[in-house]
């Protein structure tokens, strides 16, 4: 394209700018000319500072420049259908005959952003009059708008990983991406560290053999590993010189980096001394409902969907008189229910929604100017993610308010603040060769046009994830996709791609195709329950293990609504809205999320600061004095460079209290290793209680806790093996393998009108990995299912890294009299398991008071080494 028109449609897009009060940044600019230049790359920028115009128009500046190369003008300022608010109209009036065929693929991780990306995407499109049209492909589509797609894709196809692949089930997908000239990824680092990352690196692989002047753009905001995650994006070529298989080159575009974080904090006007976890933070209500008056519109972020209906239902309490201005946000409501919340948002009609991370990414809430988080986020990352949600404009402040759920979390606060000054955001770490998503990715590809096996394998090692895939391994998932492996080759319906006689790989039959495509995905959970009105109106999705725990009459809160649970019939209950307000709250299956190891970092800093006596650093810090005072006294604060041991006797037994600060999932190997390790010495079983500062261990008899026996038993020396052996690995590994069975189409979750249930997926996944694990042992499968669970559960490099800290650390060992304020929430959640919530409270009441006590009339401990 010559120099002459590529400047023509520069001018007219900075015109388009400008007419909106605008003008490109530098990083922008720097990403079209890349663009137009040939390059690939990532975009790395803060939330609200303009990534998705600086991704978007390279390929539209492209278009512009052969379109002025045929006389095309823009559409003028002067004409209605230029504005803002015409391009929805006009995408429905205008014939899609006359438009330009499909040139970029948008890819978003949630199909809740396709609408807004939609309309932003659209903008320019309409104010500069441009022959494209813009579509979005997703779960929520219409079938009727499918059908329609099939005929012609839109010029821009907005998309998620699982629906651009269902598209490569189609035989004409190769005609339909030819003309592909861009793959847009937005959130790249929410796809990164999942499966759907290699879903979408797999996807990427197969349309650059569609199109040879496809590149691909990653966008990102709050992301430490920047390399690793562009590398991931753009996969790998092979040097012309060298012949050999090298990173894909890319340029790393960053963008505005003056975005202005605020971080203040909510705190109590006293703070327990002997703080324990179980708390959701209601007790610093009031001062919530009044940081919420404070603003305009304001987003209540929570970490689970039951939070999210608890606090909801607590700030409608207390102010009732904001019914109809405020609403709850979580990933199981109904599609439309989250749309009249979203779409309240934009207008500013709602003055608060209380949600989880649903609403973490990509949409532009503009008229929200407060942010809120209840409890501690774990990282950094996410923390600023969330904050990003208000002030989502280039130039504008963006606040976030810390409400702490127990006074620990004070800590986290100050920490929070202290590394995201410093910049220290969390990396993710991508999936190294998931079988499970080859297999599936195999029979996507044989669904469609077919593939030949040595062409394909090159294709497959092309991408990051696969990069050390070896022939064998590549041999063994076809066979697998062919047979279903040795133990299941008798049975046919496992043999879901054949051979042609010219060596095609294609799929076997009509019904494997149909059942491939209602299957496809990497998204696995518990069985839903669709959630409706006995009059039809649908609330949602609760997991089966909830609603299989209800009787007819019950009541429960969900979608903020109390309801009495009607009848379940058909993988549906049937609700009307109860007459009491109280009832259950669901509960969805998860995982905690651990202390980031920045986060941690960053919280063992705060404790030296402590320790140095630097109280003034942060007022949280200021608040937590109280606590660590009494740490102090009874024990010792844990410093930087330090590990800190306390060793309790009383009635209980033999407690062991550990300090390493590396994460909830790190000390659950760590402990359970310690306590493996222990055991070999003398037949002894200990109770293990983690959270994400420590560990203990209690024993009902006296065991080896001299300081040189501890420093042996955490040497990092046969680590996986030891580590394996001190856990239940077997059931770990059963675990992780369902998911990894239905992943590679094992298991087929059934079809429509007849889902299959939690418990006959469950007996169905065991089945098979009994199979393989008596007939089969090196089945590949299992080798994977294993990895998963020291690498993904048990976090087995952060766990192995902690250990060689611990080593170069200097041990501390105390003996106390009493637990102490960083021992007591371990011994509550040790306690938490065997007794009621109500028992519970009773009982720590009657602890706290008896350690409160002491610690006002208790002189200093006598402390000894070891």
């Known amino acids: 394209m010559s120099d002459a028109a590529s400047a023509t449609a520069i001018g007219w897009m900075e015109a388009w700018f400008a007419r909106h009060g605008w003008s490109p940044f530098p990083f922008q600019r720097e990403v079209w000319a890349a663009f137009g230049a040939g390059e690939s790359g990532l975009i790395h920028s803060a939330t609200g ?47 899609t005959a006359s438009a330009e065929p499909l040139r970029v693929v948008w890819l978003t991780p949630l199909r809740a952003l396709a ?17 494209w049209t813009i579509g979005a492909r997703t779960g929520d589509t219409s079938s009727s708008l499918k059908s329609r797609q099939l ?34 990824c937005d959130e790249w680092h929410e796809l990164l560290a999942s499966k759907r990352g290699v879903q979408a690196e797999l996807a990427l692989a197969r349309l650059r053999q569609f199109s040879p002047q496809l590149r691909t753009w990653g966008v990102s905001a709050t992301l430490g590993n920047l390399e690793t995650a562009m590398h991931t994006l753009l996969g790998r070529i092979i040097d012309a010189t060298t012949g050999e298989e090298v990173p894909r080159p890319g340029r790393m575009v960053r963008g505005a980096a003056d975005k202005i974080t605020r971080i203040d904090s909510i705190l109590p006007k006293t703070i327990e001394r002997f703080p324990w976890s179980g708390h959701i933070g209601l007790t610093l209500l009031k001062p919530v409902v009044e940081t919420i008056e404070q603003g305009q519109s304001a987003l209540v972020f929570t970490n689970t969907r039951a939070q999210t209906e608890i606090w909801y239902q ?110 220290k955001i969390e990396g993710r770490i991508p999936f190294d060769q998931p079988l499970d998503v080859l297999a599936q990715h195999l029979v996507t590809v044989a669904c469609g046009e077919g593939f030949f096996a040595p062409e394909f394998f090159a294709e497959i090692r092309s991408t990051h994830a ?53 299957s496809l995905g990497t998204i696995v959970g518990d069985s839903a329950i669709l959630v409706r009105y006995l009059t039809g109106g649908k609330l949602g999705s609760i997991e089966e293990s909830f609603i299989s725990r209800l009787k ?24 009307r809205k109860a007459k009491k307000s109280d009832g259950a709250i669901p509960r969805w299956t998860g995982s905690r999320m651990p202390l980031s190891t920045e986060l941690a970092d960053a919280v063992r800093d705060q404790l030296q600061q402590a320790k140095l006596g630097k109280w003034s650093s942060s007022v949280e810090l200021q608040a ?34 550990a300090y390493p600060f590396a994460g909830r999932l790190v000390h659950e190997g760590l402990a359970s290793l310690l306590a493996y390790r222990l055991s070999q010495l003398q037949p002894i079983s200990f109770t293990i209680a983690i959270n994400d500062y420590g560990m203990e261990l209690l024993a009902p008899q006296a065991f080896d806790w001299r300081l040189e026996t501890l420093q042996q038993m955490l040497q990092p020396v046969r680590l996986a093996d030891d580590i394996l052996a001190s856990l239940n690995a077997g059931e770990m ?109 009773d009982r720590v009441r009657r602890m706290t008071l008896e350690l409160e006590r002491a610690a006002d009339n208790v002189p200093t401990n006598a402390l000894r080494r070891s």
Not at 115 to 128: C, F, N, R, S, V
Not at 156 to 180: D, H, K, N
Not at 552 to 575: H, N, S, W
Not at 756 to 773: D, I, N, P, R, W
Request: net charge positive.
């Open 466 to 518: 696969y990069r050390d895939l070896s022939a064998d391994e590549f041999e063994w998932v076809l066979d697998f996709a062919m047979r279903g492996g040795e133990p299941l080759r008798a049975y046919p319906e496992f043999q879901r791609i054949t051979r042609d006689s010219e060596g095609r790989y294609t799929v076997a039959s009509d019904g494997v195709r149909r059942r491939h495509r209602l």
């Open 624 to 657: 937590m004095r109280p606590i660590l005072d009494v740490q102090s006294r009874w024990s010792s604060i844990p410093s930087e460079g330090e590990f800190l041991i306390e060793r309790l006797r009383n009635r209980e037994g033999w407690h062991l209290f």
């Open 314 to 423: 607590a700030i409608l309490d207390t102010r009732p008189d904001w019914a109809g201005q405020i609403a709850l946000h979580h990933g199981s409501l109904d599609r439309k229910v989250r749309d009249w919340v979203e779409n309240g948002l934009r207008d500013g009609s709602l003055r608060c929604v209380v949600c989880t991370s649903s609403l973490d990414l990509g949409v532009d809430f503009s008229p929200v100017d407060q942010v809120v988080q209840i409890g501690s986020p774990k990282g950094v990352a996410r923390l600023l993610q969330r904050a990003g949600r208000s002030g989502h404009q280039p130039g504008a402040v963006s606040r976030i308010t810390f409400v702490p759920t127990n006074a620990l979390e004070c800590l986290e606060i100050a920490a929070t603040r202290q590394a995201a000054a410093a910049g």
């Open 733 to 841: 590994a059963k675990r992780a393998f369902r998911e990894i069975a239905r992943v590679a189409g094992l298991i087929v979750p059934g079809m429509p009108g007849s889902p299959k249930s939690t418990k006959q997926l469950q007996a169905s996944s065991s089945l098979f990995f009994q199979v393989f694990v008596e007939h089969d042992p090196e089945n590949l499968l299992l080798h994977q299912a294993r990895r998963e669970v020291l690498e993904r559960q048990l976090e087995f490099v952060r766990l192995r890294d902690t250990l060689q800290r611990l080593q170069s650390s200097e041990w501390t060992i105390r003996d106390v009299e009493r637990p102490t304020p960083l021992a007591f929430p371990l011994l509550v959640d040790r306690i938490r398991e065997g007794i009621s919530s109500e028992k519970l409270a």
């Open 49 to 95: 500072t303009g990534k998705t115009y600086a991704a978007f128009l390279g390929p539209v500046l492209e278009s512009l420049a052969e379109l002025a190369a045929t006389g095309f003008q823009p559409r003028s300022p002067e004409d209605p259908e230029s504005t803002e608010s015409a391009p929805r109209k006009r995408s429905r009036r205008k014939s």
């Open 552 to 575: 007819v009459g019950d009541r429960f809160i969900f979608a903020g609504k109390p309801l009495e649970l009607a009848k379940l019939q058909d993988a549906t209950a049937f609700v």
């Open 115 to 131: 609408a807004d990306t939609q309309q932003a995407l659209e903008a320019p499109i309409a104010g500069l009059g441009m022959p």
């Open 151 to 184: 005929e012609r894709l839109p010029t821009v196809l907005v998309t998620t990983p699982e629906s651009l692949c269902l598209l490569l089930t189609r035989p004409e997908a190769r005609q339909w991406f030819a003309s592909l000239r861009a793959v847009i």
